[in-house]
């Protein structure tokens, strides 16, 4: 049952994303590709789980948890400089109208996987998939911004775009540490 919740709220989330990819490439939005990275590192931080679970090894679990976490920290330097090379050299990003929907895209596959882990979460007593369900929507909030770029870019605001990049860069650090903390506490 909670498997099933996961993996359907995992499939939305990846049809959500490789829809999102697509609009990247055509607008060019910093402000979404930090958005994607962060949806992104959010779901490598269940690779460490399933390493543990299917090895049935707590070191596999560490070293995933540490590749995880050095990945997460790389995209975010990502992300944060080219929103910084966005400021110094300003180009607006294109196709503003399947930017903003990008945005909406990425708000609904984060609400569906909220509720579809707060309902099992319920129903299965579990704390961990509660806390997954409140995380999403959060996340779903966060992907609120990549709308909130292009409708103020298209008014006129081109530097809002990369802004909007580097808070969500900033969610992003957050899940780094985090997860490291989570790693840490692992290694004792
Ligand atoms: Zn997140």
Redesign the pocket.
């Known amino acids: 049952m909670g498997v099933k919740a996961v993996s359907l709220s995992l499939a939305v989330l990846g049809l959500a994303a490789g829809v999102r990819v697509v609009i990247f490439v055509l607008s060019n939005s910093v402000a979404l590709l930090a958005d994607l990275i962060?949806?992104f590192g959010?779901a490598l931080t269940a690779v460490p789980l399933g390493a543990a679970f299917l090895l049935r090894s707590p070191r596999a679990e560490r070293y995933a948890g540490l590749g995880v976490v050095l990945a997460i920290f790389v995209s975010a330097c990502v992300a944060g400089a080219l929103a910084v090379e966005k400021i110094v050299s300003p180009h607006a990003p294109e196709h503003l109208l399947a930017l903003g929907i990008a945005g909406v895209v990425g708000f609904a596959g984060n609400e569906v996987a909220a509720q579809v882990r707060l309902g099992a979460g319920r129903r299965l007593d579990s704390p961990a998939l509660v806390a997954d369900g409140y995380?999403a929507r959060?996340?779903g909030i966060?992907s609120l911004g990549v709308l909130l770029s292009a409708v103020l870019v298209a008014l006129g605001l081109p530097l809002v775009d990369p802004i909007i990049a580097i808070v969500i860069t900033g969610?992003i650090l957050q899940?780094t540490v985090q997860s490291w903390r989570t790693v840490r506490g692992h290694s004792r």
Do not use: M, P
């Open positions: 962060h949806n959010d995380h959060t996340d966060v969610v899940i």
